[in-house]
């Protein structure tokens, strides 16, 4: 029998729902199952009807009495954002609500469904791959409870658990896949990040065009005329769509503190990103800080025979030995080749959450004080044991893999006979270059990070009791010591990436700064120029992440320094790509800079850092790298614009864009290529609002406005991984384009091509007021572009024009509209 509340929905999701129905109303044991819908309400609708049909028994049980009527058999919940784990989160529910024994002692547990996995595309990546791995340690996890669990996923989020969580997918005893009804609004898109504040228009009647990257604050007027001019209500409703403070720049006076986040959540999301980034992973299009790449002094893969002879042949790496920057597996990385940003690494930061639990650190404080001595004075007190009982014993806890245990049976085998303190140094060097390589190969669990950052610890606790004191000078410098610093200082940065809680955070931050300063002071500059220089660049990029931190201006000062002095000493005639990755640093960091202070002297040093380091990629050798460096000069000139020569600068910009567009193709990079045609289409509609003297400019710069947001909106809808803009946005702009393109009388149109452009004008901004359901201030935004549209349907078409309109709006919008009109 079907319920009469599924009456509206089409026949084969009726079919479908019934066999979920019934898969769970078997009451299976640890079943999982997956039911995939991309229209969000008709998902709302049928877990709904779910839970009505399924949550209790029809009839009380013969044993009522026990509470068993009263206790559901299916529980609906809604996935928690902070700690993206559907199976603690059942735990959790489990504790508080025991299920009721019946009279034979018997104790069922209820199904769970879990809502709101979309959601998790407006989370920052760690979050993201943070579910996809608790996903992939589901297996032992669930064997621990009996209940079953029914996920609820849209379309990209469910390929992106094919691709990134198989463990789970193979785990799946039901597939289920919803189609979308067929109604004007299309199925949710693929997740986009954003996270921003704003603030809703003020006057829906005459609703504001959402600029697409606010960064002009004198921008806004408070007297507007009667009728205000497009272009100039353009600029002002960004304000409105996203506020934040932190995607404008600051007048050239202004000091006033903002967050370091300088994507702009309305459109223009500009980009900057990482040198070596692979080809899915493309940084939001403002230059942001940029995905750090981190460089590992180079060891070999393979344990070093620990002897002295051995020991004391490892002196640090001369520059010319060590892997390029630009190869992803290599075992030589550099920190900060690019600035850090959020969604963009190279190495995935994805937290292990069946690892075991996190150890206590041992105190960093004592070998890095000792380390750091002429920058700390007061020294540490160090056991006389070099390798603690406690350390071995917790090592045994937690290390479960083979060749891991075998390198600790050789460090225990060491503690129990006669051997030198070097000798132990390099064993527990060795394991924490074991663990150093598995997160460089992507395995960057909290488990692996805190095992490396402990065996290197201790690497430096042995050297100190060893015969060459950590307290040697920079022209005598310890043979180990700056590339075990210098790794140290990377891990406790990666693991400030995967940390939630803000003052541990900001503790391994400030601890990889002052690794990257203890080694920097046991380093001789004239003999090891490119190490130093390495060091310089990595605690460069350290101060970039500190900066969106705390003290932003006084950080962001001190990375551009770090980057002028690796600049001083990385020539480009011995190593031009990294001189290149260096003044890109510098270029973004300077970007930044000039959103708190002296914004049009600081874009001109980033756009002077971008063209330098141009000179250095060859566009045919190194495609990618060369085309994110001409996004970010784009977006560099575009920022500039928004202060002098607007109209020279924003050419220049889609000069930019454009190169970059050659390289940065839909088959090859598809989420970067997204991202520089969103910013594209910015600049082209900025263009078009400069021509306002000239229809026919205007004309052509809208035209090719919204070619390049439909070029956007296209590839972002192909991709399954993370968007760095909001697509949503973009459908909003794009409709604004259209509305501009029907409504501006100097165009010479016919009546059918502005109804034409006004319907497409209609069905983006219902693309974009579906995707912001769940973001009320953005919500009403776009719900305004919509009534505007609806209005201009009539003005331009008459009545039969606003029945037309009318009809491409949803039957349960239309309560909201209709009144309003």
Partial sequence: ??????????????????????????????????????????????????????????????????????????????????????????????????????????????????????????????????????????????????????????????????????????????????????????????????????????????????ELNRTEPTYLKQDQPEKPDIWDILTEDLAKLGDNPSSRPASEAATTEKAIQPESRDSLAIEAETETAPPHETANSLPVSQPRQYQFLKTSGQPAQVTTKTANRQRIPQQGNQRPVQQPQRAVLELGNLLPQPQDKVVHLRRDPFAPPKPTLQPVAS?????????????????????????LELWRSLIQDRPAQRLLEEIEQLGQQPASNLELAIACRNLGNYYRDRVEQGEGSDANLNLAIQAYEQVLICLDHSSLPLSQTAASPHPLLPDVLNDLGNLYWMLSRQLTNPDQKLGQLSQSIETYRAALKHLDVTTQSMS???????????????????????????SIAAYQEALRHRQPAVDPLKYASTQNNLGTAYWHLAQHQQPKTRLREAIAAYSDALQYYNPEQEPLNYAMIQNNLGTAYWNLAQFEQPDKLLELAVTAYQAALVYRTAEAVPTAHAATQNNLGTAYWHLAGRSKDNPAARQDYLQQAIVAYTAAIQTAHRVTSPLTFDVFATQNNLGLAYYQMATDKQFPLEKAQRSAHLEAALHHHLQAL???????????????????????????????????????????????????I
């Fill in 1 to 210: 029998m079907i319920d009469t509340a599924l009456s509206s929905i089409s026949n084969q999701n009726q079919q479908i729902y019934q066999r979920l129905k019934l898969a769970l109303g078997l009451d299976l044991r640890r079943q999982i199952f997956v039911a995939v819908c991309d229209d969000l309400a008709l998902q709302s609708h049928l877990s709904a009807q779910l839970d009505t049909e399924l949550a209790y028994p029809i009839a009380p049980a013969a044993d009522s009495h026990t509470g068993q009527d009263t206790y559901p058999r299916l529980v609906t919940l809604t996935l928690d954002l902070s700690d993206p784990n559907p199976v603690a989160q059942i735990a959790r529910w489990l504790s508080k609500n025991p299920p009721p024994r019946s009279r034979t002692g018997h104790q069922s547990a209820p199904g769970f469904q879990i809502l709101g996995i979309e959601k998790l595309t407006r989370q920052p990546a760690s979050v993201q791959w943070q579910f996809l791995s608790y996903l992939r340690t589901m297996e032992q996890e669930l064997s621990l409870i009996e209940s079953s669990l029914l996920l609820w996923l849209p379309r990209p989020w469910f390929h992106s658990v094919q691709q990134s969580a198989p463990e789970f997918w193979n785990l799946r005893t039901g597939f289920f896949e919803f189609a979308g009804d067929p109604t004007p609004i299309a199925a949710l898109s693929s997740p986009a990040d954003l996270d921003r504040k704003a603030q809703p228009t003020a006057d829906l009647t005459d609703s504001k065009v959402v």
């Fill in 367 to 391: 070998p890095l004080k000792a380390a750091a001595a002429p920058v700390h004075p007061p020294a540490q007190v160090i056991s006389p044991s070099p390798l603690s009982a406690s350390q």
């Fill in 532 to 558: 130093y220089a390495m060091i310089q660049n990595n605690l460069g990029a350290a101060y970039g992440d500190l900066a969106r931190h705390q003290d932003t201006v006084d950080n962001l000062q001190q």
């Fill in 770 to 820: 579906q995707g912001w359901q769940a973001q009320p201030e953005y919500y009403q935004t776009a719900l305004g572009y919509v009534m505007q549209t609806i209005r201009a349907f009539y003005n331009e078409l008459g009545l039969q024009g606003q029945n037309l309109a009318l009809s491409k709006v949803p039957g349960h919008l239309l309560r909201e509209i209709l009144p309003r």
